[in-house]
């Protein structure tokens, strides 16, 4: 999808993040002790800028690690670049430095930083056209979302206070052990508000026999989807044993990498595809995935990070429209509301896409000054 104009680039900026105080989602996978973030800024060669961000939950440093990454590579190829399109600029990129790469064991990293660039680069390409990202795509200006990550000591309140908001789906970290995963849903199903649903996500954290036996146990709970039974580099024969076993609607995308392994798990029994904005593809590919899905399958992006990613999140789902919800976690994160605070407000189960020219609302300056890593 190409723009009027092309732009040049002039430089990179990268904004490595750190917030301590907010709360950590209850995962098996593990703690988020700090939230990190790495936010990424293009500068065209007009001064306009674009806003980006580069998947960096864990560990801690990983911000550091991929900072450190984008200006010691990626920078010294940039300045100078034109493109009329976001894709355009990172196929010019995977061309030039796929292979170094492959060479240093780092092919998933170099797809997050493509990913957090082509983010930016469609903001930068809006800015530079004077368009939002709605007017552009001929859209509504609002996004659907769903509460995720409600963690066990706060489900009374967050089920009370999001559906307060408007939000009807609700989703629960388990994957600890089997019997108080399945205490843990059915206490959330005495509670839910009248029309909600819940959706579980386990973080890859069973083998297949274990998913095929908590997940029929939690068959009575109407659950909207399973999200992430098993690791997600199974071979697609363990996903479609899966599937095959129970009612509940498989779910996966986080770490999922490329539209046909997309597919291929759509062909497994996987129905509801979660590509990650700032892990995989930016916002070129989570459209160009919605251009292909197949029939009986729905697209919910996959967010857990700052309020610039999560605002990308929200425009990629008005892309697609209602039938698209997009994550947002549910815990207090600096990095979302200090950040970005009127951009991620949920009115009606929904949010309002950026109004003046870009793709997103940009960064709080002293919130980049607040949480800036030492």
Same mark, same amino acid.
Request: charged share 20%.
């Given at each position: ?117 082509? $983010? ?87 083998? $297949? ?56 798990? $759509? ?108």
């Amino acid at each position: 999808m190409s723009f009027e104009h092309d732009v040049t680039l002039s430089s990179i900026e990268l904004y490595p993040l750190n917030a301590h105080g907010g709360v950590s989602p209850n995962m098996a996978l593990g703690q988020m002790p700090v939230r990190p973030a790495l936010l990424v800024k293009l500068v065209a060669d007009d001064g306009c800028f674009g806003w980006g961000e580069i998947w960096a939950n864990f560990p801690p440093r990983a911000n550091l690690h991929k900072a450190h990454l984008v200006e010691d590579v990626v920078a010294s190829h940039i300045a100078g670049v034109t493109f009329a399109a976001p894709v355009e600029l990172t196929e010019f990129l995977r061309h030039r430095l796929s292979t170094y790469f492959l060479h240093i064991g780092q092919e998933r990293v170099f797809e997050h930083i493509l990913a957090g660039l082509d $983010t930016a680069a469609w903001d930068l390409c809006l800015r530079h056209a004077g368009q939002n990202f709605a007017s552009f795509m001929q859209i509504d200006g609002s996004a659907h979302c769903y509460a995720s990550s409600v963690n066990r000591p706060d489900l009374t309140r967050r089920l009370s206070d999001h559906a307060q908001m408007g939000q009807t789906e609700f989703k629960l970290k388990i994957g600890f052990d089997a019997d108080s995963d399945v205490a843990f849903v059915a206490e959330a199903a005495q509670q839910l508000p009248d029309s909600g649903r819940l959706m579980i996500d386990s973080n890859q954290c069973w083998n $297949t026999d274990d998913a095929i036996q908590i997940l029929q146990r939690l068959e009575e709970y109407d659950l909207l989807f399973a999200e992430e039974p098993i690791r997600a580099d199974l071979g697609l024969d363990a996903w479609e044993r899966l599937a095959q076993a129970t009612r509940i609607p498989l779910a996966g995308g986080e770490n999922i990498y490329g539209v046909d392994q997309f597919l291929r798990m $759509t062909n497994a029994g996987v129905r509801v595809l979660q590509p990650d904005v700032a892990k995989w593809g930016g916002v070129t590919g989570a459209l160009d995935l919605a251009e292909m899905l197949p029939d009986g399958c729905m697209l919910w992006p996959h967010f857990m990070g700052s309020g610039i990613g999560q605002q990308a999140g929200f425009a990629i789902s008005a892309a697609i429209g209602s039938a698209s919800k997009c994550e947002m976690d549910v815990n207090e994160n600096p990095l979302r509301s200090d950040l970005c605070d009127a951009a991620v407000e949920v009115t009606n189960g929904q949010v309002a896409l950026a109004s003046e020219p870009g793709l997103l609302a940009p960064p709080a300056e002293l919130a980049l000054q607040t949480y800036a890593c030492a």
